[in-house]
């Protein structure tokens, strides 16, 4: 796997914490790919007793997984605490109040999960995974699961923001968008992880703004300004004049786009075929 350096989690953690308040009004992008997501569970015939939304941010997926699984429990863990106090709120007061149906909500890190091995039925994360260690992830994910479980989620691709990754590499050296895991090596992470045949998908959506600063706006709205280094920075008007000017190259039809590369995968945990200490695992069915 191409190595991908990451921001570093407080960072990731304190950008989401400022984005709470904006989020679910600028998050169209999340809201379009998280609702593509859940159509992905339409074929599949499973019945959870526990279902892990990891990344739940505000919750927007709780209502469409709650009716999808209503005898489930539902559990959503974030990094950020404001946005659980906005997911919080979706549920109803009354609800809240007799303690039906409320999901159970957890400050936590991705790639450490407060639950036991083996404890969910259903792992699902929308727009989560780029913020994380795939290899951590996935393994994480491998370790709450069952035999048998299913983890489903989105991410973004190399090719996302492409169009504003290029106009700031124009303005200077630094880094100013985050970079993005190929599909295929996440494909190959998950098998390493101890999932079985693993089904990744890609498309690209394009959304299209009348400038650049409210691109720019949208992705400090949610929380996307997270970055490994801050490099060089945008010091003063020339740089982001060059950027912007470098971005106008892009407009078609009066408008300019902004590209999303969108990964989407799942795939079912399977037994391990060695234990702790190396010695491998062989199943033995009795003949009928």
């Known amino acids: 796997m191409k190595a991908v350096v990451l921001p570093p989690r407080r960072a990731v953690r304190r950008a989401f914490e400022r ?14 790919v998280g609702q593509r997501l859940l159509e992905h569970l339409d074929p599949i015939r499973i019945e959870p007793a526990l279902v892990v939304d990891v990344g739940c941010g505000t919750g927007a997926s709780f209502d469409a997984l709650r009716q999808r699984y209503p005898r489930a429990v539902l559990a959503g863990f974030d990094l950020a605490r404001a946005m659980l106090m906005r997911a919080r709120t979706r549920t109803p007061w009354w609800r809240r109040a007799i303690g039906a149906g409320v999901p159970h909500l957890a ?28 290899d951590a992830f996935f393994a994480e994910a491998a370790r709450v699961l069952p035999a048998g479980g299913l983890l489903l989620f989105s991410t973004f691709g ?7 990754r290029a106009s700031f590499a124009a303005a ?11 599909m295929h090596d996440l ?21 299209q703004y009348s400038n650049v600063e409210t691109l720019a706006r949208d992705l400090k709205s949610v929380g996307a300004t997270a970055l490994p280094a801050r490099g060089p ?14 971005y106008e190259s892009f407009r078609r039809e009066g408008a300019l786009p902004a590209t999303y590369e969108v990964v989407y995968g799942h795939a079912w945990k399977v037994p391990p075929k060695r234990i702790a200490d190396g010695r491998q695992v062989v199943e033995f069915h009795r003949a009928p």
């Not at 259903?122 to 989560?128: K, R």
């Not at 494909?187 to 959304?207: I, N, Q, R, Y």
């Open 233 to 246: 920075g945008l010091v003063g008007s020339a740089r982001w004049k060059r950027m912007a000017e470098r």
């Open 172 to 182: 200077d050296s630094g880094e100013h968008v985050n970079s993005f895991v190929d």
């Open 19 to 32: 984005a709470a308040a904006s989020y679910d009004a600028a998050a169209v992008i999340h809201r379009e």
């Open 107 to 134: 400050c936590a890190d991705a790639e450490r999960l407060p639950l036991a091995t083996g404890a969910a039925g259903l792992v699902f994360s929308n727009l989560a995974l780029q913020w994380c260690r795939p």
């Open 187 to 207: 494909g190959d992470a998950l098998v390493h992880a101890g999932f079985a045949d693993p089904v990744m998908e890609m498309e690209v959506v394009t959304l």
């Open 158 to 164: 190399p090719d996302t923001l492409r169009e504003l």
